[in-house]
């Protein structure tokens, strides 16, 4: 069946950095734009970034522009987010989500994953 | 705040019928398609509505999707103890290039 699996939060302090993978499975990975949503505690969620299917086109939210960075490897069926100068309200389950239709780079979101939570703490 | 705006809260009976709108502007309600998700407490969202208006496949027919304008509405009819869950609207915003969400609307069945 269709599953995505995150890995790679954990506790960082202020300023460092992070890597997330999502496991992807069950679709033509290479042929669907994925996405990062991020849902902080208590909190509603927030579009974090996208990546389109082939990898040539990104768009990211304001609040992590030139922080993080989205990439994929379609031979490995897996996306990744980098994240660097990590700051206390980055603290959120990191999401990936695939969108629906294929070779279309925007929502809607279709199949998510369980989430990793990143926590950002001295 | 967040681009979307939804009500942050939302009771009804089992049974009964409940509206949640969500209000945008003509950069991303306006001019690009809806989609709908619903967040059971410590689950990841599941889709609900997407193009507005159409059901993937699984939901049921309870649950519609409308859009007008810059607002959108998910509407769940027959509600039952399960629906208890957050709401969010997402769409694409043209100016900001960016996915939106509303900020949710937490659903209560008395």
New interface residues.
Partial sequence: QVQLVESGGGVVQPGRSLRLSCAASGFTFSTYGM?W?RQAPGK????VA?MSYGGSHT????SVMGRFTISRDNSKNTLFLQMNSLRAEDTAVY?CAKA?YPYHG??????????TMVTVSS | QSVLTQPPSLSAAPGQRVTISCSGNSSNIGNNYVSWYQQLPGTAPKFLIYDNDKRPSGIPDRFSGSKSGTSATLGITGLQTGDEADYYCGTWDSSLSAVVFGGGTKLTVL
């Fill in positions: 996405h949503v509603g969620l927030e579009w996208v768009y990211y939210a304001d999401y629906f925007g929502g809607p979101f279709d199949v998510w994953g369980r989430g």
